[in-house]
């Protein structure tokens, strides 16, 4: 069982960043990490993931959203910069490995002036 706590979401006015990270419980380095974001009204869509040294982004998010991890430190990170209102969502944590995985319980994100 993988718990992951999630923090680091808040309000933030267009044009601005924020970081999210996701502590992850134990054994980790195996496990492909992902963050999800969920709007309201809308079906939860991936943001971005990374396996090893491979990463992927949804296009809304390339060249503003980097993800990165530190198997030391068991965390995974969003950084987020030039935030738009439509990035507005409740952000998730996945930890994937095969056909098991795990869900954090999501921090809120807020874009607006």
């Known amino acids: 069982q993988v718990q992951l706590v999630e923090s680091g979401g808040g309000l933030v006015q267009p044009g601005g960043s924020l970081r999210l990270s996701c502590a992850a419980s134990?054994?980790?380095?195996?496990?492909?990490m992902g963050w999800y974001r969920q709007a309201p009204g809308k079906q939860r869509e991936l943001v971005a993931f990374i396996s090893g040294g491979t990463t992927k982004y949804a296009d809304s998010v390339k060249g503003r959203f980097n993800i990165s991890r530190d198997n030391a430190k068991r965390t995974v990170y969003l950084q987020m910069n030039n935030l738009k209102p439509e990035d507005t969502a409740v952000y998730y944590c996945n930890a994937r490995s095969g056909l098991t995985a795990y869900w954090g319980q999501g921090t809120q994100v807020t874009v607006s002036a």
């Open positions: 134990n054994i980790f380095s195996r496990y492909v």
